[in-house]
């Protein structure tokens, strides 16, 4: 018996997507490319904002994706700036089913903790400890538990506080909507802290969240957390439960982050994203979004946002 998933095992898809508008010429070779490649594709422009987005289409292809194939198709647009997506089988012909995405510096602008560190008047050296633990220099378990030693004796308000001034990323709720519109599901995970994280998904029926918690004792944090911490590891064993307790194959996931903490998850997904990353992040990613727009992603997929 044939697989739903077999069906699509052939299809490829290659997006570009900018702010600016798509340079002709790299339009040009792009078609030509492709269609050396892969075949003579459909040719769609996702309607997403005020993006110029191109998605080239073959269900069936007359080839397989080689590493010289993907370097032609990629290095001309990234070298013009020009986001772009390679992408194969079903998660080319339907999209994903899944999409997790990290949440400081991703979902949201900034890191949650630097916000809770501007009330302790430790903000400073918490950005010092932060910068590191994405660079990878740091053990984050270790990085985590210095930050928030820092936080001691802050009043247990400020979390309603940091949730209402943080700045969601251009694009996110679109992205959600997409995903949504299409019976997909979004989930939120995130070295930051339930407390607040909580705050930002549930207005925006996000499906998922996994976050540090905070001890608080009389009003006050204790500069201490409790339960599991949220490292590498249990960010990739998120998205493992969460796409199996769907039934959502691993090929049509997508995991979105910006420093080392995430790259178990993006190492497990179908399709790895770098999202204004890190350069140790960029090396390993799939793609790569190098500006604040989450519903750049909604146009790679050659989806229209909703």
């Known amino acids: 018996m044939t697989s739903p998933h077999s069906i699509h095992s052939g299809a490829i898809r290659f997006s570009l997507t900018s702010e600016q508008p798509l340079p002709a010429g790299l339009v040009a070779h792009t078609i030509s490319s492709f269609t050396e490649a892969f075949g003579e594709p459909e040719v769609s422009h996702p309607i997403v904002g005020d993006l110029d987005s191109l998605s080239l289409f073959v269900a069936d292809s007359v080839s397989r994706v080689t590493g010289e194939m993907r370097a032609e198709l990629r290095g001309p ?5 020009v ?33 809770l560190a501007a009330a302790a008047g430790s903000e400073e050296m918490v950005r010092e400890i932060t910068s590191a633990a994405m660079r990878g220099e740091l053990d984050f378990a270790q990085s985590l538990e210095k930050r928030v030693a820092t936080l001691e004796g802050v009043p247990s308000r400020v979390f309603d506080d940091v949730a209402a001034i943080v700045p969601v990323t251009p694009g996110a709720d679109s992205l959600v909507a997409a995903l949504h519109a299409r019976g997909g599901y979004i989930g939120l995970v995130s070295g930051g802290f339930h407390e607040v994280v909580d705050q930002i998904a549930q207005p925006r029926g996000i499906d998922e969240v996994l976050a540090n918690r905070l001890m608080v004792a009389d009003g006050r944090l204790l500069g201490r957390t409790y339960g599991r911490i949220i490292d590498r590891q249990a960010k990739r064993e998120a998205l493992l439960q969460w796409s199996s307790v769907r039934g959502i194959p691993l090929d049509q996931t997508v995991a979105v982050g910006d420093g080392a903490n995430d790259l178990g998850m993006m190492e497990a997904a179908g399709l790895s994203v770098a999202f204004c990353a890190k350069p140790v992040v960029l090396e390993q990613a799939d793609a790569a979004i190098t500006t604040a727009r989450l519903d750049k992603l909604v146009a790679l997929f050659g989806w229209n946002a909703q």
Request: charged fraction near 20%.
């Open 77 to 81: 647009a990234l070298a013009l700036a």
């Open 83 to 115: 986001d772009c997506a390679l992408t194969e089988g079903a998660l080319a012909a339907q999209g994903p089913r899944l999409v997790v995405t990290d949440v400081d510096s991703t979902f949201v602008r900034g890191e949650v903790i630097e916000m």
